[in-house]
Nanobody, 122 residues
Framework: QVQLVESGGGLVQAGDSLRLSCAASTRTFGSYNMGWFRQAPGKVREFVAAIMWGAVYADSVKGRFTISRDNAKNTVYLQMNSLKPEDTAVYYC??????????????????WGQGTQVTVSS
């Protein structure tokens, strides 16, 4: 069982930056594909970014968001720049044992954090 704890959400203005963190409780963090998803009110949970050795991004955040990981700290990050009101959502960290490719769909992930709210005002 892997526990994930997100932090770093908040209320910002359009154009600002935020960095989300997700700490994982596992001694084999390096073997996990990590992902970030988000869910806005009334919408389905959508893919944002994922990382194993390389990173994959949703088109809506490409060039603005950067996912990274520190295996020594069992932590994955999501640096969000040039935030827009449409980025407002609860952001979730997710983990899965790497199976040969990076997962981009929620059902591919086995472990989830509790979520952290990001609100971007216009």
């Amino acid at each position: 069982q892997v526990q994930l704890v997100e932090s770093g959400g908040g209320l910002v203005q359009a154009g600002d930056s935020l960095r989300l963190s997700c700490a994982a409780s596992t001694r084999t963090f390096g073997s996990y594909n990590m992902g970030w998803f988000r869910q806005a009110p009334g919408k389905v949970r959508e893919f944002v970014a994922a990382i194993m050795w390389g990173a994959v991004y949703a088109d809506s955040v490409k060039g603005r968001f950067t996912i990274s990981r520190d295996n020594a700290k069992n932590t994955v990050y999501l640096q969000m720049n040039s935030l827009k009101p449409e980025d407002t959502a609860v952001y979730y960290c997710a983990a899965r044992v790497f199976g040969g490719r990076v997962g981009v769909r929620p059902y591919e992930y086995d472990y989830w954090g509790q979520g952290t709210q990001v609100t971007v005002s216009s």
